[in-house]
């Protein structure tokens, strides 16, 4: 019996370790930026699977962080993290640089980084984990099928994320990369959305009507990041209302 009580003390004190690993994992992640809906969402999404984890017991704190797209402001979010030893640091970098050392500081302390959406940055580490998209290649790739989808021949407005971030700027470089087999696609005009709904509606609206107006021009493909479903209603309406006016035909596709 003695031996029973030992084993189920141990159990006891081993279930104990376990819950309180678990239970005390904190989550420290740094948003470059969160004033449009893309990021608004990927942080509510982020928040409610860290419910369920906290829920099953298996974390015990989520804290988020906005950068506001400066990079020292998110060095001095990494670094306040590691002073309150966080278990795990996720960051969308504002830079694929400036994060370098403070990324750097959190390895040698031990802590993992995972490195999200707008990587990867350049620094290699056994603890640094960078999990990006093949932004090129996922926009070569949709590009090619519109222009296969339109007969070779047609013109683009091209609704694209924030000027100057890695996300964007790749993007498009997948769009031209496509374009180049493709001498008769044009596009004909670049939006900037910030990954914004409301910025996408009314940039688009200023686009097209000045453009329909032009006899000349005969299909629309409309490419962009994710914005918001709102882009989604507001285009359907706009290709009803244009339908017994005009002969151009138009399709919205979403990158």
Known sequence: SSS????????????????????????????????????????????????????????????????????????????????????????????????????????????????????????ENDLLYQLNFDFVDLAETLTRNVCEKIGGSGSIIELRGTAGTTCDTEMHQGVLNALADYPDVEIVAEIYTDWTGSKAQSELN??????????????????????????FSFWHSMSDSLAGNHSHSGTLISQ
């Open 4 to 123: 029973t009580q030992k084993d189920e003390g141990t159990a006891s004190t081993q279930s104990a370790e376990n819950s309180q690993s678990t239970d005390g994992f904190k989550i420290g992640f740094t948003d470059n930026y969160n004033g449009n809906s893309y990021h608004q969402a990927m942080e509510k999404y982020m928040t409610e699977a860290a419910d369920k984890l906290k829920a099953d017991g298996q974390i015990g704190e989520l804290t988020i962080v906005e950068a506001n797209q400066d990079a020292a402001t998110q060095i001095s979010q990494i670094e306040d993290f590691i002073m309150q030893e966080y278990d795990l640091i996720v960051v969308d970098p504002c830079s694929t640089s400036s994060l370098n050392s403070a990324v750097q500081e959190a390895c040698d302390a031990g802590i993992p980084v995972l490195i999200i959406n707008d990587g990867p940055i350049d620094l």
């Open 206 to 231: 200023s686009v097209l009507f000045p453009t329909f107006g032009n006899p000349t021009i005969p299909n629309f493909i409309f490419l962009f990041p994710p914005v918001n479903l709102s882009v």
